[in-house]
């Protein structure tokens, strides 16, 4: 049988070749398995195939669908055992469905990737996708911080879904270094603050830990911000260090799991934190 399809309809098999074809082009796949299994508690999907950051990327393949009941059991069971797979599914160009603009807001919702393909087997990408051990992230309010901030975090959260969490942790972690600088002028205006690593200090090039640090061990700390808890500005402080930490592909599907599960952590507690810090901003007395 043609491309090794046992449970695919046969019109749908050249959809299914162009999208072996973007795996390689794009991702640079070169061993793709056909409807095998990828864990005994999974549905199997139309291909699937080792990516090299070592997720799982698969793709089911339909004829005028993106989103279905069985694309939501996929990366339910995914998530409930930690698979770091990155789910597409393929439709033929041309022949969706009637409820396909609410799937497609589905699949975006749920990080999945959506991919048509025309009858010349060209394949273009409506929507990509982000391992499912990333997924469950908790979103931005970007109704707590301030308007100045917000379009710099929605780029930061639109980053971290379309696949690149460490840049879109670095991105609250911008705005938190800005913060963090635009207090110390302020307080440097006033004559405070005396542990800085320059003298006089850089305040644009000096790190961003040491103006952090220098703010938080400041004597009249508490004068500056009345009913403020020390620890608040501690978590500013250790926040400053995930963002110069390397980052490497892990070496396995398991590490890469491992270590999307920290991404995912950290980038909910740079929101809440940097949330924590405009309060804290908003009530000083600076």
């Excluded at 074809?21 to 990828?38: A, D, M, P, R, Y």
């Excluded at 969706?96 to 589905?106: A, G, T, V, Y």
């Amino acid at each position: 049988m043609a491309g090794g399809y046992r449970v695919l309809s046969q019109p749908l098999w050249p959809t299914a070749d162009a999208v072996q074809q973007f795996l390689k082009k794009n991702h640079g796949i070169t061993s793709i398995k056909v409807e095998e299994e990828i864990h005994k508690d999974v549905p199997r999907p139309t291909l699937q195939g080792r990516a090299t950051d070592n997720t799982i990327i698969c793709v089911d393949v339909h004829e005028d669908a993106c989103y279905t009941p069985s694309t939501e059991l996929f990366i339910a069971k995914c998530k409930s055992i930690q698979l770091p797979v990155r789910l597409y599914t393929a439709h033929v160009q041309g022949a969706e469905s009637p409820d396909f603009p609410r799937q497609l807001r589905q699949a975006r919702l749920n990080c999945v990737g959506v991919l048509s393909v025309n009858t010349d087997g060209i394949t273009t990408i409506l929507s990509e996708t982000l391992p499912q051990t990333l997924a469950d992230v908790r979103r931005l309010d970007l109704s707590r911080f301030p308007s100045k901030y917000r379009d710099r975090l929605s780029i930061a959260q639109q980053t971290y879904l379309q696949g690149d969490p460490v840049k879109g942790c670095a991105g609250i972690h911008e705005v938190m270094e800005d913060i963090t600088r635009e207090v110390a002028r302020k307080l440097y205006k006033k004559g405070r603050i005396a542990a800085w690593t320059t003298n006089p200090p850089n305040l644009d090039k000096d790190p961003w830990y040491n103006i952090a640090k220098a703010i938080y061990n400041e004597p009249t700390f508490q004068q500056f911000f009345p009913n403020t808890q020390p620890a608040i500005w501690a978590e500013l402080i250790a926040q400053t260090k995930p963002r110069n930490e390397a980052s490497h592909p892990p070496p396995t599907p398991a590490k890469r799991a491992e270590r999307d599960k920290k991404l995912r952590t950290r980038f909910e507690q740079a929101g809440d934190t940097l949330a924590e810090v405009v309060e804290v901003i908003k009530n000083a007395k600076i």
